[in-house]
């Protein structure tokens, strides 16, 4: 059975860190490349930061690049998304996600070429 759990998400100040996680199946973790996305009410589910496997590869998000750090945890089959200086803009519903090896850098990015994704955490940024 295929899983992916978020969690780590809550409300946070602007300015302020958060550290999200995400627990998946050994079998979905393994040779999949895993991202993160996030969506706002009333708008599409935006691309923030993908990992390669086993992890030699990462792409950031231009909003986000320099303040977020992903990562993933291959023993604990466990994916990391590190966010640094948050602001209001950041407010959303926060999934992890899976796929398949692509020779295309682009498909990456795409939320339409992901194979599994978790239940999302919400992320709040207010003062």
């Known amino acids: 059975q295929v899983q992916l759990v978020e969690s780590g998400g809550g409300l946070v100040q602007p300015g302020g860190s958060l550290r999200l996680s995400c627990s998946t199946s050994e079998y979905t973790f393994g040779s999949y490349a895993m991202g993160w996305f996030r969506q706002a009410p009333g708008k599409e589910r935006e691309f923030v930061a993908v990992?390669?496997?086993?992890?030699?590869?990462?792409i950031y998000a231009d909003s986000v690049k320099g303040r977020i750090t992903i990562s993933r945890d291959i023993a604990k089959s466990t994916l990391y998304l590190q966010m640094n200086s948050l602001t209001p803009e950041d407010t959303a519903v926060y999934y992890c996600?899976?796929?398949?090896?692509?020779?295309?850098?682009?498909?990456?990015?795409?939320?339409?070429?992901?194979?599994?994704w978790g239940q999302g955490t919400q992320v709040t940024v207010s003062s």
């Open positions: 996600a899976a796929k398949s090896q692509s020779a295309r850098y682009r498909d990456y990015m795409e939320p339409r070429k992901y194979d599994y």
């Open positions: 990992i390669s496997w086993p992890g030699a590869v990462t």
